[in-house]
Structure formats: C-alpha cells, structure tokens
C-alpha cells in the first residue's frame, strides 16, 4: 500500500534539546513539485491540509490543487481548514456560549449526551467591549467605568464565568484587562504552535479564526487569523472545518521608509485606499519587499487589523528577524522563539531579503510618497489628505443640509459658568481607542510628545471636546507613565477610560447635556476624531453625523483645534501665552524623540502585566456561579435568554421548503453594513427595543447597549435594521428602521411589521445593493433577520463573513445577475416573490426567481446561487450550521 502524503511528510525536528514532531512542506516537495515560490500564507494552508489529510474532509486532490495554484496563481477548489483555535469578544462571545447552552438544552431534549457539547479547539474570549465611556477627562473616570461596567453587565458576567467552568478548553480574559486583538498579539499567539498528540511533542503554524472581524491582525505576527461570524466560529471550535475555497494571493509590496512626521496610521489608511481600489474582497493579502526590514511589528499590526477595510480576507506579514524580537520584547520564552526561527526556516516559512513568490495580482507603495491622512467621513477606505479635510467636511455637510433643507446654525450653550459657540464642524469627541493604533508605541508616544509640547505652548482642549484615552492593554498605561507622558494626556483631558474598544464600537457615552441640546437646536453636523478603523454612520454616537479615523497624535490635534474646517496644515491650532500663532508642526514630535520615548518600553512591563492575566479584579472573582451541565435560565432576565433557534428541530432535517409568495421587508442601497442591521450601540427608549425594556422594569438610565444584550433575542430582534442611519427604500426620505406592511401604505417599525407578516404565516425578502454585510463580522445580523422571518437576500454582492453567516442561519443569500439591480427592475416593495426548486439547489448554481408585481404581471429572474462550497449547501439543507453540528453529535 502506497503512503499518503501526510505520512510521506512527517520528520521531526530538535531545537535546543527538545524534539519536535511536524509535517515537513520540504519532504511534501519532493512528491509534490518545487513549493519555494508558494507565497508564505499558501504554505501555511498547505501545512493544514498535510496534517489533516484523511481521505475524506481532506484528499490528495486538495493537496494537489493548492500546489497546482502555482500554475495560474487561481484555483477554484473548496478546501476544508481547521484552525488551531478560536478567539472571541465579549459582545460576540455571549451569543456563542448562550448558543452552546441552548445545543445543550437541545441535545438533552432529544436524548443525547450534553457533555458532548464542548470546544475541542482551545477557545480564548477577552471581555474587552462591555466599557463605556460615561466617566471622563478626570483621574476617577476608569474606577468610575469599570464600576459602571460591573454594575452593568453583572448578568452577562455570571454567565460567563459559568461557561468558564462548564466547558472544556475555554478560557475567559477577565473585563478591564485589555483588547482582545491586543492580548492576542503581546500574549495569546505563539506563531508556531505546539502540544502533545499521542505521545509526541507535535509543532505546526498557530492559526485562528475569531468572531470579531479584526482578528486578522494577528497576522502581523505571522499568524494566519481572519474573522468569522459567531456562528462558524461556534463550529470551528465544535470539530468542524472551516469551508473555503483556495483563495487568490494579493502581493503588496512595500519600499522605502515613512518620512518624518509621518505615522503608521497614515501608511494604513493608505494601503486601505490603495487595495479597495485594487479589489481584494475574499482575497489574501500577503506583503513583501525590502521595507518589511525596518518595517515594525506594531507598524505591521496597524495595516494587518484594517484588513477588514480593505475587504480582504487577511493582510499577512510572513515571519522574520522583526518578528522575533517583537516576541522577544514582549515575553515570549526563549524556547518558543527559537523554536518560531527553527520552524518556518526549515518550512521555508521565513521572509528573506528579496523574496519574490508568486501572486495572483501585485501592487507595490513607497513608504517614503505617504502622507498625513485621515479618512471620513462614514468609510474607512475614503482616505483625505490632512490639508483637505475642510473642503471633504464641507462636501459631506453640503449633502447633510440638502437632504434635511434646513440652515445649520450656530448656538450657544453654558457650561460651567461659561459661555460657548458650538458651529458647524465642531469636534465633540476626540478619542485614541481601537486596537488598530493603541497597539502601536510609536504613535501613543507621539500623541504623548505633542500633548506635552502643546501644554508648554500654552494650548489646551476646546471645551466641547469629549476626550478619552482607551489602551488595548494595561502595557500601554505603564510605558507612558514610565516615558512621563500621562500627566499632559491627562492635562488634555485624555484620562484613562478604560482598557477596552470604548468609542470605535459605539461605546463613546453620552455627551455632556449641553452640547447635545446644542447639537439638536442647531441641527449641527458636528464630527468625532478617533484612531479606530471604524467610522460608519451612526455608530460612534447617534448624534454625530461625520466620523473621521486619524492617528492618536492627530485626534490630540483635533481636540485643540476643536473643528474639522480648520486646515491643519496651513491655519494655527491656537495662540501660545505671548498671542502668538502655534501651527501643528510646531509641536510636532521629532522621529528621535518618538524613538527616544519608544525606548522606555520593556519586556518586564509585558511580562509584569500578563502574569496574571486570567485571573481578574476582586470583584470578578467573587463572581459566584453554578456547577452545574447546563445553565439555570432566568426567565427574568433582559441580558440572558434561552435562544429559540433549536425549539422545533428533531433529529433529522426535513427537506428544503420552497420560498412562496415572500414579501420585502426593506429594499436597500450600497455598502449597508452589519452596523446598519444588527442592533448596535445605544437603546432609545421609544425604539421596539426600548419599548420591551420599559416594559420589563428597566430603567432608562440602565438600558446598556445592543452589544451587551447579544444574549436576549427578544432585544436583539426588536433592534435588527433599527439603525438610525438605514435608508428603507419602501419609504423614501425616512432615515431609520421602518418599512411598509403591504399592502398598507402606512410607515411603522420593521419590527412590528414582521411580526404581523409572520401571524399571518407570510415568508420575508430583503433586496440590497453592493457589498452586503460589509462591516463588523455581527452574527446578529443573521440571526436578527432570521428571527424575523427572513427567508431570503437578494444583493448585487454580498460581504465575505456575512454571506457565510446567512447560510449558518439557513437564509438564501442570492445574487442579481450583471447588470441587474434593484432599480433596473423599478421595485417598489409592493412586490411578492417566489423562490422554488430549492430540493434541487446546487453551490453556485443558478436559481430562479419569481417577481410578481402589484398589478399582477410576472417577470422570472435567473439569479446566482451565493452558497459557494457543498459544505455550506449541508448547513443551508439543515437548516443552519449549529443544527448540523447537533445531529452529528446524535448521530455520535
């Protein structure tokens, strides 16, 4: 019997005296042809297939096919990946382990074994996105959020801590620790993984999959790691393989150096403009070129987290010297460091100067043409040069008042005695958030350097800006400290807030009440500055139109400008304490002095702060909670609820019903984003959600937001396409979550609109435009539509995680032929539409659609089938990934 490739490949390997188990990519050449020119990432997926190479999930012709990629750069085969384990957040985090409960419930309803309902890939969850911003610009405002927090979330927490115990291989990263991108990069990843299998000491590369879509910024350590919605992320960790198809590879090339003055969140906001405009949705990114040399890890992780605002799949950065003395400084044993060195050299893994794989396509930057940047004022892609952020501002504002045809006029509002002007284009919020940049020393200790330059000039923040400071780890906090930089932070009102995403996610707080009525009075277009890498539309706070990503030197910047039509470039920022003109690159911090501060920064501060990561306050740790299998639902509860989604499953799925006489619930444009309809940010009181709140006790004042009542579908529900910013074509000129119940004509919440449809036994379909789904990787946005009776999307294109997460719901996602959308067909709403012969559905297949419209006339549309693998058409036909999964532990 002849070997198979998994057996031909297996050697060891010994790094300084311990033996390593591995599948060898050089022994897999010698059957498989010369792998050199494979880029970094493929060899990676093809180290994954060798190793789980098993006749079925994986066969030889997959193998063959992802070296045979070389040919043509392009293959078009569906593989099955298994990464090495799952990372989540809190928000995406609850509805998963609430999830896992229910399949518990449900295995136990229909006779199985719940303790097969368990992980078997290590899962991390950081609760990193529960603060909020109420507290700031004073020494007590983290105690007061991380209070608040507790008070808050106490629920969600019990639960958590629960699911610590009852499940195996999870482990919970306690609330005020850190960003979980950030614990990743400094902590969790190992670049090369290894464990005992079978008696030996096997080594392979460290994979993931995560449930927020900024995972990929593990990538900067060599670590292939992009983000899946909650749902895959559940299979993943219970067995199942991730379904892909071999992606096409993308080289960037990078040269040259950044010029003085010139941050690595300009050079990201630039590649993400560059690759948008390329067209990498689905793709790998890999980048090479000798500017990778002197190219930082944290520089590297700033482009590689933004990967989900280029479209791509992942920005990967193959491993090399930089790589090892970033883990190194961070703490990494010296074991595990020679072992990441021994490992990807003999796997041909390394980047060496020069290297020049294969690509599908190629684009190439010289880091020295970069320029300072921000992006704004909705789309992180929509990158501005810094001198002409008054004109962008004025276009998105001149667009503002022409669709609400009302002057925009400046009011006046006391504060603290004093009297103010707030105009147009006031920055209220200026916050350094995100794990995009607070990761990154070089430009914290910038934002550091100008803060203090700015004091000593006399300048200050403008009193309507709402300043925070939110690090992705409490590393952050102690090389600021130790660089002496805090104390002008926090002069400038930038106090700690928390160690968390705080305002990129929604969580900027209220605004003072006064700056408010101004901004309603006046009907301001007022902006936030943040150095996230989100900025979409109603989602850094409801009252703020404009949102405009930046460096964290910048938004300090911006704060003492206090408005975006100030041309940062040519016009001052203020008077120093003579009355003379002070301009931004008069307080500017040198490259030495950033270096110099960078310095300060030392592996006993990584070593000090993640000692005792896992462990908690006090107060998470007095958190008491059950021993038991399976969880004690409150039927009481508004944060934590029994999902419905297993309720009437049996153990066998029933054949596939055909889709009769739909009608639309919301007729949507371009780019709608996961923001736009999963429930995010802050709950109004008069909105369905709001409304069920009231009715069940609680206050206002403690509604908390959509994120952290993920775990209550009946929120969750009222709140999908609730955003305040959605355009439902049904009802033109209306912003927000409403639509029309046909065939009325009377405008009312989509919510309750689904809800009469669904009395009356009536199946939905949402039409869209361009790039569905793109966005954060919310599985809400799946399961909230789905919860409504949503059967069936039909877009021009749909986002990659989104799509998937529509099949792991058992919706039907459908794609418009070229040139066909939903103007080209003049829909009103007013339409009912048939989908049958679904018994017959093929991946990628043609489906046809039947549209009949009011007057009672027939048009039959030949539509693309966007379930894309057979691995994803065996979730659709079960009804959705989790039910799949539950019947095969049955069938165990």
Same mark, same amino acid.
């Given at each position: ?258 010029? /003085? ?7 990201? *906001?630039? =590649?993400? !403009?560059? %690759?948008?405009? $390329?067209?990498? @949705? ?107 952020? /008054? ?7 001149? *667009?503002? =008042?022409? !669709?609400? %045809?009302?002057? $925009?006029?400046? @009011? ?481």
């Amino acid at each position: 019997m002849s070997l198979t490739l998994r057996e031909i490949s297996q050697d060891t390997l010994d790094v300084d005296g311990q033996r390593y188990h591995f599948y060898s990519l050089p022994r897999a050449a010698q059957q498989l042809g010369d792998l050199s020119r494979l880029p970094k990432s493929m060899k990676v997926l093809l180290e994954n297939l060798l190793r789980w190479q098993d006749g079925d999930s994986v066969t030889t012709e997959d193998i063959q096919a992802l070296v045979g990629w070389l040919k043509n750069a392009h293959a078009d085969r569906e593989i099955a990946y298994r990464p090495a384990r799952v990372l989540m957040q809190d928000f995406t985090g609850v509805p998963a382990v609430v999830d896992l409960a229910a399949m518990r419930e449900a295995v136990k309803r229909l006779g199985g074994n719940v303790a097969k309902v368990n992980p078997l890939s290590p899962v991390d969850l950081v609760i990193d996105h529960s603060v909020t911003v109420d507290r700031f610009g004073d020494d007590d405002a983290f105690e007061e959020n991380v209070r608040l927090e507790m008070e808050r979330n106490h629920e969600r927490y019990v639960f958590l801590r629960w699911g610590q115990k009852a499940f195996n291989k999870f482990s919970v990263v306690p609330p005020g620790t850190g960003i979980c991108h950030q614990v990743n990069l400094e902590y969790l990843g190992k670049a090369i993984w290894h464990e005992q299998l079978d008696g030996k000491e096997v080594a392979y590369p460290d994979t993931l999959v995560g449930t927020d879509s900024h995972t990929t910024m593990i990538n900067a350590l060599g670590v292939l790691g992009w983000g899946v919605g909650g749902i895959e992320a559940e299979a993943a960790m219970l067995g199942q393989p991730v379904s892909m198809l071999i992606p096409d590879v993308v080289g960037f090339k990078l040269t040259g150096k950044l010029q /003085p003055g010139i941050t690595a969140t300009d050079l990201v *906001l630039t =590649v993400t !403009q560059m %690759l948008r405009k $390329h067209g990498v @949705v689905g793709k790998f990114v890999e980048f090479y070129g000798d500017g990778l040399d002197d190219l930082p890890l944290a520089d590297r992780a700033t482009i590689a987290n933004m990967a989900p605002e280029y479209g791509a799949t992942c920005g990967f950065f193959p491993i090399d010297d930089i790589t090892l003395s970033y883990m190194k400084l961070t703490g990494r044993s010296t074991e595990q460091v020679a072992l990441v060195e021994a490992y990807a050299k003999h796997q041909g893994m390394w980047r060496h100067h020069g290297d020049e794989p294969v690509f599908t396509s190629s684009l190439a930057l010289d880091m020295a043409t970069v320029e300072a940047s921000l992006a704004g004022p909705k789309r992180p892609q929509d990158r501005v040069s810094l001198g002409d952020v /008054p004109q962008a501002f004025q276009q998105s504002n001149q *667009l503002e =008042v022409n !669709q609400a %045809l009302k002057p $925009h006029t400046a @009011v006046s509002y006391r504060d603290n005695g004093q009297q103010y002007e707030l105009k147009d284009g006031a920055v209220v919020i200026a916050a350094i958030t995100s794990c995009t940049n607070t990761s990154n020393p070089s430009v914290l200790m910038a934002a550091g350097l100008l803060a203090k330059k700015a004091l000593e000039r006399g300048l200050n923040r403008k009193p309507w800006v709402k300043a925070s400071l939110a690090p992705g780890s409490k590393v952050v906090s102690d090389y600021l400290a130790v660089a002496r930089l805090t104390p002008y932070l926090d002069k400038l009102g930038f106090n700690l807030v928390g160690y968390g995403c705080t305002t990129c996610i929604g969580n900027s707080g209220p605004l003072p009440d006064a700056i408010e009525r101004a901004i309603k009075q006046g009907d301001l277009t007022v902006a936030a500055v943040l150095s996230g890498n989100r900025n979409f539309e109603g989602r850094i706070h409801p009252y703020v139109k404009t949102n405009w990503l930046a460096s964290p030197p910048l938004v300090v910047a911006y704060a003492l400008a206090g408005n975006m039509n100030i041309n940062l470039q040519s016009e001052p920022l203020g008077e120093d304490l003579t009355g003379k003109p002070v301009y931004l690159q008069d307080i500017w911090p040198s490259p030495e002095e950033i270096a110099e501060a960078v310095q300060q920064v030392s592996t006993d501060m990584f070593r000090k702060e993640y000692a005792e990561v896992f462990e908690g306050t006090p107060e998470w740790q007095q958190i008491k909670v059950s021993e038991a299998a399976t969880y004690d639902w409150d039927g009481d509860s508004t944060y934590i609820r029994l999902s419905p989604f297993f309720d009437e499953m049996g153990k066998h799925p029933e054949a596939v019903k055909d889709i009769k006489g739909a009608r639309i619930l919301a007729i949507l444009g371009d780019s709608v984003t996961t923001d736009h309809i999963s429930p995010a940010g802050s709950i109004k009181a008069e909105s369905p959600a709001g409304r069920y709140l009231l009715k069940h006790g609680v206050e206002r004042g403690d509604f908390n937001s959509y994120g952290s009542r993920r775990g209550n579908h009946e929120v969750m529900m009222r709140g999908t396409f609730a955003n305040i910013r959605i355009r439902n074509e049904m009802v033109p000129g209306v912003e927000g979550g409403v639509t029309r119940h046909v065939p009325g004509d009377e405008p009312l919440d989509i919510y309750d609109a689904a809800m009469q449809y669904q009395q009356e036994g009536v199946p939905l379909a949402v039409i869209a435009g361009k790039e569905y789904g793109s966005g954060s990787s919310r599985d809400w946005a799946a399961k909230g539509p789905r919860l409504l009776g949503v059967r069936v999307v039909i877009a021009e294109s749909f986002e990659r995680i989104h799509r998937s997460n529509l099949i792991g719901m058992g919706i039907l996602p459908l794609e418009f032929p070229p040139g066909m959308t939903r103007k080209t067909l003049n829909l009103s709403g007013d339409e009912q539409i048939d989908v049958e012969n679904l018994t017959l559905l093929q991946a990628g297949g043609t489906v046809a659609v039947r549209l009949t419209r009011a007057d009672g006339s027939q048009q039959l549309i030949d539509t693309r089938c966007r379930i894309d693998t057979g691995n994803e058409l065996t979730y659709y036909r079960n009804d959705g990934i989790l039910h799949y999964v539950i019947r095969n532990m049955l069938r165990d």
